[in-house]
């Protein structure tokens, strides 16, 4: 029973950050300068830097699994990202460049 609320709540809050990722799509890009407490000048360095401070030790695995054109997509599991990010975290790594697939349910960052 326990397990069961637990899994809705993880649930819950990943489709609040699905839907938080649809909803800032169109911010990618326009105003990086106003991110505060930026970990690098550059986008994608500030994306990498942070994931690697919000997720926990996973053994040093890369974050980067492939690309794909101009996508760098994550091994970073969304589900996994959801209760561990907030809000403020989510809309300025969007506005750094962190995109997410419907398709795959996983996180890329625009290159």
Known sequence: MLLMRRERRLKMKY???V???RLWDDDYDLDFNDVQGKHS???DVHILVTLDKI???DGGQDLISCHVNDMLYLNVE???LAPLIT???LKDLVRAGLG???VTDSVFIVI
């Open 78 to 80: 969304p589900e996994e």
């Open 87 to 89: 809000e403020e975290q």
């Open 15 to 17: 489709e609040k950050m």
């Open 100 to 102: 997410y697939d419907d």
């Open 19 to 21: 839907e938080l990722f």
């Open 55 to 57: 997720l926990p030790d």
């Open 41 to 43: 000048k550059r986008a």
